[in-house]
């Protein structure tokens, strides 16, 4: 059975919600589920959306590979704008968090020139 999309998206503000509060399994677990019951025909821009917080509980996780795929997934497909910056910003993280320091460090320098932050 179907869930509606003002589910979906109830169980995205209670994944956030755990992710703030440090209740990093509780909001991996949220996301998974939101996951596993998306529609294929849902909007690209929220598997997009899932990916990118199930990246940021992995980077909260220590999980710096985890967190690449699910940004690898957040991306695939997805014409990224300067709102979108804080992307670079999680994957220099999972980068570093691997021992990819010169990645790590492009990274930043991307996230950096899209959110307009001087070094």
């Given at each position: 059975m179907p869930i509606a999309p003002e589910c979906r998206n109830t169980l995205h503000v209670l994944g956030y919600l755990f992710l703030r509060m440090g209740r990093n399994d509780s909001a991996r677990r949220t996301f998974s589920a939101l996951a596993a019951v998306l529609p294929?025909?849902?909007?690209r821009a929220e598997a997009s959306r899932v990916h990118r917080c199930l990246a940021a509980?992995?980077?909260?996780?220590?999980?710096?590979?985890?967190?690449l795929?699910?940004?690898?997934?957040?991306m695939d497909g997805v014409t990224l704008s300067s709102a979108d910056a804080a992307l670079h910003l999680l994957r220099a993280q999972a980068l570093w968090q691997q021992g990819r320091q010169d990645e790590a460090r492009t990274?930043?320098?991307t996230y950096r020139h899209m959110a307009g932050v001087q070094a």
């Amino acid at each position: 059975m179907p869930i509606a999309p003002e589910c979906r998206n109830t169980l995205h503000v209670l994944g956030y919600l755990f992710l703030r509060m440090g209740r990093n399994d509780s909001a991996r677990r949220t996301f998974s589920a939101l996951a596993a019951v998306l529609p294929p025909d849902a909007p690209r821009a929220e598997a997009s959306r899932v990916h990118r917080c199930l990246a940021a509980v992995a980077v909260a996780e220590g999980d710096g590979a985890a967190a690449l795929e699910h940004l690898h997934a957040a991306m695939d497909g997805v014409t990224l704008s300067s709102a979108d910056a804080a992307l670079h910003l999680l994957r220099a993280q999972a980068l570093w968090q691997q021992g990819r320091q010169d990645e790590a460090r492009t990274a930043m320098d991307t996230y950096r020139h899209m959110a307009g932050v001087q070094a």
